[in-house]
């Protein structure tokens, strides 16, 4: 496998875990609303 290419997979899985933790957050923060 190439260098590039696996930093590239796991750039994008770095991606997806930010999002799920953003996502994550605003329904903490939603939670405290309600």
């Known amino acids: 496998m ?3 290419l696996r930093h ?3 750039f ?3 991606l997806i ?3 799920i933790q953003n ?3 605003r ?3 939603l939670r405290g609303y309600l």
């Open 23 to 25: 996502f994550s957050d």
């Open 2 to 4: 190439p260098k590039n």
């Open 17 to 19: 875990k930010n999002q």
């Open 27 to 29: 329904a903490e923060a």
């Open 8 to 10: 590239t997979n796991m």
């Open 12 to 14: 994008e899985i770095n």
